[in-house]
């Protein structure tokens, strides 16, 4: 179960973002988790609810978009979707692929209400920087 | 993985992350910040301050990982027997209670620091970063860190290592690496253990977990040994060798030569 520690790291972030823009309210957090990330996506909503309280998402939704598992075959170069325990080539059958997605763990977003109308100091058109 | 921020970000699933502007209105008047950040950056981001650690001391990080039982630490104890006279060892025992199996590395004359997680199923990469500073790295060759027991969680979360060990016993299915694809795809060296009590076990066959392991796209080399007669112990200390020695001589090459 180590979907928790995944979460307090997660509201870290969205906490982390919350201030650099000003937000007053987080209203809903989007995740895209690939099934080899080896996080358990039910899981990881019943550890966000534990792990949201007292934060700035105490009442955010989590999304979490479950993206599939694609590889490309380093053979006959076709790009197939398969299951996490069988990452063969649909086409001819060989093993030998790379993985092109399936193993994010990824905050894609973050939805918010502003505490102000200005503006937040960070340029919006910027990317999101952590210091 | 993109080198900026340790995201899994690529060119092969960026489409499917990317569903609007970074700044954008919602239907309801909120706004939309898009991030795009690993879940796990801080623990990343520490696992590479790990790394740089090792590499700083040319030490080989080896992530020992299996379910309880497996046999790592009796594995332990016996590559201390073979390595220790020549290789200078460093152990990081992570385990929920108890410090017995540090005791048991030190017992062997061998530097152990033991990590008692309470209730995290896992190590992460601070908790190995505040155990190095209880080892003298500049004495070490090879650091091992046996993880917690669990072919789950520990698969999450990188430590720095350079490599990561998996062992699987015979007592246990020879289709683990299909159940637990996680932890087995991204392992660098399958052991298969407790290879003197396969005779008594007509279930499981080594050539399946190999077949397993390769069905998660995983060209790794298997090795079939056993800490207690000493079968295949050899072959496993020849391979962690080899990699001592390549690592040493790639940083050696990547070292600006001083005039």
Redo the contacts between chains.
């Keep these: ?2 979907e928790l ?2 979460c307090q ?2 509201l ?2 969205v906490e982390q ?1 919350a201030r650099q ?1 000003a937000v007053s309210e987080v ?2 957090v ?3 988790i ?1 099934p ?4 358990e996506l039910p899981l990881l909503q019943q550890a966000f609810t534990v792990a949201r309280r007292g934060t700035i998402a105490d009442k955010a939704d989590l999304v979490a978009e479950e ?2 598992v ?3 075959c380093t053979r006959c170069r076709t790009e197939s979707t398969v299951s ?5 080539c649909m086409v001819c059958g060989d ?7 399936g ?12 505490s102000q109308r200005s503006p937040p100091q960070t340029e ?2 910027g ?2 920087n ?1 210091v | 993985m993109c080198d900026t ?1 340790g ?4 060119s ?2 960026e489409h ?2 990317h ?2 502007g ?2 954008a209105r ?1 239907t ?1 008047g ?14 990343d981001h520490q696992a590479r301050h790990n790394r740089e650690h090792f590499d700083q001391h040319d030490v080989l990080a080896i992530n020992l990982m299996s379910s309880p039982g497996a046999g790592k630490t009796r594995l332990l104890e016996a590559t201390i027997d073979r390595l220790a006279h020549d290789k200078q060892i460093g152990v990081v025992e992570g385990d929920l209670e108890t410090e017995r199996d540090a005791q048991r590395i030190r017992s062997k004359g061998v530097p152990a620091v033991q990590i008692t997680t309470g209730s ?3 190590l ?1 990469a601070h908790l190995v970063h505040e155990a190095l500073h209880q080892l003298d790295l500049a004495a070490i060759d090879f650091l091992f860190i046996e993880n917690v027991g669990n072919l ?2 520990p ?3 990188d430590l720095g290592q350079h490599l990561n060990v998996t062992l699987l016993s015979v007592t246990e299915g020879d289709d683990k690496p ?2 637990y ?3 087995f ?1 991204q392992t660098d060296l399958m052991l298969i253990s407790k290879i003197d009590l396969l005779p008594h076990l007509t279930d499981f066959d080594p050539r399946q977990a190999e077949l397993h392991l ?4 995983n ?1 790794a080399q298997t090795i079939c040994l056993s800490a207690q007669t000493g079968e295949g112990l050899d072959a496993w200390c020849q391979w962690v060798g080899e990699h001592l020695a390549q690592s040493t001589q790639t940083r050696r090459l990547a070292k600006p030569v001083s005039a």
Excluded at chain 1, 36 to 39: E, H, P, R, V
Excluded at chain 1, 103 to 114: G, H
Excluded at chain 2, 7 to 10: D, I, M, R, S
Excluded at chain 2, 214 to 217: N, T, Y
Aim: charged share 20%; proline share 3%.
């Design positions: 179960m180590h520690a995944v790291a997660l870290q972030q973002t823009h209203t809903k989007v995740l895209r690939g080899l990330s080896g996080i993206l599939p694609r590889i490309r996490a325990s069988r990452l063969l093993w030998r692929t790379r993985l092109i997605s193993d994010e763990m990824v905050l894609a977003s973050i939805e918010m209400t502003r919006l058109t990317d999101v952590y | 921020c995201c899994n970000v690529t092969g699933n499917l992350l569903s609007h970074k700044l919602t309801e909120s706004e939309s910040i898009e991030v795009l950040r690993d879940l796990l950056h801080e623990n995290a199923c896992h992460d789950v969680c698969a999450s979360f299909a159940k694809p996680v932890m795809r390769r069905q998660l796209a060209p």
